[in-house]
């Protein structure tokens, strides 16, 4: 089974709490998306391999690290794409490819409308971005995707996820790696996330 982090964090507390809050404002609300997608992502990208290079300070020279490889940043539309901009900032030499989905709203089912990703150029590392984690079926079909295009080493970087679409997600795709600020009660009838913050796209984008 794969791995669930919940990187758990008194900023990560606080900026979630102001986020799950129906008064918070689409300005604020894609504000606190990114910086918790940043924050998450230090966690998520802790095994990344890094290599040693040869570093002249103003004093010496010495050995230094960098990452070995570069990775792609697989945000999900619409609203996996607040989590970029605070990830890109902190990897500014990831590369970015996106996927859109959308959720039927009867069958839940999630229907792709959108792909992005290169021909024939897989990166061997990527992270999945997507607010919320909730019958897990776009997680789920971007990892089948990915998969087809040749990556091998795959995390979804969420923040709410359901116990459900969790177990959904592990099922399918036990090698994935998942990461997430808080894990919630459950589903209800309509695939919403209770208590969740609603819906993530609308919210960021005033859609509502
Ligand atoms: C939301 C969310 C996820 C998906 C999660 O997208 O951003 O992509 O639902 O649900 P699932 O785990 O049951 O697949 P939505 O269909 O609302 O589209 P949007 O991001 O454009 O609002
Ligand atoms: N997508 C959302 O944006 N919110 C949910 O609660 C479930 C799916």
């Not at 998306?33 to 966690?43: K, P, Q, T, W």
């Not at 794409?81 to 590369?95: D, Q, Y």
């Not at 990461?179 to 984008?205: C, M, S, T, W």
Request: glycine share 8%; aromatic share 6%; hydrophobic share 40%.
């Amino acid at each position: 089974m794969s791995n669930v982090t919940i990187t758990n964090h008194p900023l990560i507390e606080h900026k979630l709490s102001i986020l799950r809050d129906v008064n918070t404002n689409p300005t604020i609300f894609r504000q606190l998306v990114s910086e918790l997608g940043a924050l998450l992502c230090y966690e998520a990208t802790r095994d990344l391999p890094i290599k040693p290079v040869e570093v002249q300070t103003p004093l010496t020279t010495m050995t230094a690290y960098e990452m070995q490889e570069s990775i792609a940043l697989i945000p999900i539309l619409r609203a996996g794409l607040g989590m970029v901009e605070g990830i890109w900032a902190l990897i500014p030499n990831a590369h970015v490819f996106h996927i859109g989905f959308y959720r039927n709203e009867q069958t839940l089912e999630p229907v792709e409308y959108y792909n992005k990703l290169p021909k024939n150029h897989p990166f061997n590392t990527c992270l999945i971005l997507d607010p919320m984690l909730a019958t897990g079926g776009s997680a789920i079909a971007t990892t089948d995707i990915i998969k087809r295009w040749g990556a091998k080493k795959i995390k979804f970087v969420g923040l709410i996820g359901a116990p459900e679409g969790i177990r959904a997600l592990q099922e399918v795709h036990p090698d994935v790696d998942i990461h997430l600020a808080a894990i919630d009660d459950h589903l209800n009838e309509k695939g919403y996330i209770v208590p969740g913050l609603g819906d993530a796209g609308d919210r960021q984008f005033g859609t509502v």
